[in-house]
Every structure is written in structure tokens, then in C-alpha cells.
């Protein structure tokens, strides 16, 4: 969203309000490191009880030391959370790789939590804030590359369904194995085709669709 300007994201508040919509996620690159663009960020968030939002950062965030203001108001950006209904139970995985990286640590944790609670949910879905894969020239930071061979075999071998990242700011979606990598659009007020996209968990799959601002 990379706020400043809160149009889009208002837009995306107004939309994970509705009804069906379980939870807000956002994977980084929400402000520009700011003090006062986090400022903005928290007065424009619903409240969780009304819409559950889970936040993670990205390499934006981190600017002018954003990243003790956004331990300051939100906590850790690694954690995950799980959806339970009465059939079934799924597993959202949020990974901080704001930094380009996410570190031997926390791929300890990932490991570890993978090993003893994969086997018991119906869907794995991991978010995270650098994209795996590009299909064009960019600037932007790419993972270490043994570090990409190492998660992209731990999700294989783990039946992650999706993977979700942003960073790139062009939405793309690519096969691996049985995973689905996504990279996100931006929705920041600057970007002239912002987009969102809409998580859909069912018995028969972990279906996605793009959604186009209005």
C-alpha cells in the first residue's frame, strides 16, 4: 500500500468488511519506514475484532528504522495463524522477509513447524514479502539463491498449496511441483491498475482470484 495515500487501501478495508471475508492479510511494503506513515496506517486498520488483519513487512518498511515501529504497534512478523470450521482446518504461515532473506533462524522455526504440524491441516498457505520467481527486469531484491533452492524444496516436500509474495509489484503466478507461487500487485494510490487478490478454501482445492480497484 506503501501509505502515505490511503484511497486504495480504504478501498481494501471497505472490500475485507464484507461478510464472506474472513481476515485481511497484507505481506509488506506497507509504508515507506515512516513514523507518521505508520501512524496513518493504524488509524486507517479496522478493528480486529471486526476484520482480523495479519501484517508482515517488507523491505519498505524497514526504511529510517521502521522496523522498531512496527514491532512497536503490531509485534512479531513472523507467526502464523490457522481457519477452522466445523470439517476441516488450514494453516496460514507468515514468514519476515523484509530484509531479503529470512535467516538461518527463522528457517529453523519454518522447519520445525512444518514437521510438526503440517500433517494436521487440510491446506498450508505461506505468506511472505520477496517474490521467488520474475519474469522481467527489476531492480528489487531477489532471496539468496540457496536459499530459494532450500524453500522450494521444503515446501514440496511439506505439499505447501500457495505460496503468496509481493515485493515485485506485478501480479504473476507460477507452478512449482504441486505449489502455486503468486506475486502480488501494489495497491498503492500511485499505481495505475492496482489489484487485490481473494483467497477461496474449499474441501475440493485452495482456489485465488484477482481482483481489479474499481
Same mark, same amino acid.
Given at each position: 500500500s506503501h501509505i502515505g495515500g490511503t484511497k486504495n487501501f480504504n478501498a481494501l478495508v471497505a472490500e475485507a468488511r464484507k461478510p464472506e471475508n474472513l481476515a485481511l492479510?497484507? #505481506?509488506?511494503?506497507?509504508v515507506t519506514g515512516q513514523k507518521e506513515d505508520y501512524e496513518i496506517? !493504524? %488509524? $486507517?486498520?479496522?478493528? +480486529?475484532?471486526?476484520?482480523? *488483519? +495479519?501484517?508482515?513487512?517488507? !523491505?519498505?518498511?524497514? +526504511?529510517?528504522?521502521?522496523? /522498531?515501529t512496527f514491532y512497536e504497534y503490531f509485534g512479531s512478523s513472523t507467526y502464523y495463524f490457522t481457519v477452522s470450521t466445523p470439517t476441516a482446518n488450514d494453516i496460514y504461515i507468515c514468514i519476515d522477509s523484509g530484509s531479503g532473506t529470512i535467516g538461518n533462524k527463522q528457517l529453523e522455526w519454518l522447519i520445525s513447524l512444518l =514437521?510438526?504440524? @503440517?500433517?494436521? *491441516? @487440510? !491446506?498450508?498457505?505461506?505468506? =511472505?514479502?520477496? !517474490?521467488?520467481? @520474475?519474469?522481467?527486469?527489476q531492480i528489487a531484491t531477489n532471496p539468496l539463491v540457496d536459499e530459494i533452492y532450500v524453500l522450494l524444496d521444503l515446501f514440496a516436500k511439506n505439499q505447501i498449496n500457495l505460496v503468496i509474495t509481493g515485493h515485485d509489484h506485478r501480479k504473476a503466478v507460477y507452478v512449482f511441483g504441486n505449489t502455486t507461487y503468486i506475486t502480488l500487485n501494489s495497491i498503492a494510490d500511485? $499505481? &495505475?491498475?492496482?489489484? *487485490?487478490? $481473494? #483467497?477461496?478454501?474449499?474441501? %475440493? /482445492?485452495?482456489? *485465488?482470484?484477482?481482483?481489479?480497484? &474499481?
Open positions: 492479510v497484507m #505481506i509488506g511494503d506497507l496506517l !493504524n %488509524q $486507517n486498520l479496522p478493528s +480486529f475484532n471486526e476484520v482480523p *488483519y +495479519f501484517l508482515m513487512v517488507g !523491505n519498505h518498511d524497514l +526504511f529510517f528504522n521502521g522496523w /522498531k =514437521t510438526t504440524e @503440517r500433517a494436521n *491441516y @487440510r !491446506n498450508c498457505i505461506v505468506l =511472505t514479502h520477496v !517474490n521467488f520467481f @520474475r519474469n522481467h527486469n500511485s $499505481n &495505475k491498475t492496482p489489484s *487485490y487478490l $481473494n #483467497i477461496n478454501i474449499s474441501d %475440493q /482445492k485452495a482456489d *485465488y482470484e484477482f481482483h481489479d480497484f &474499481k
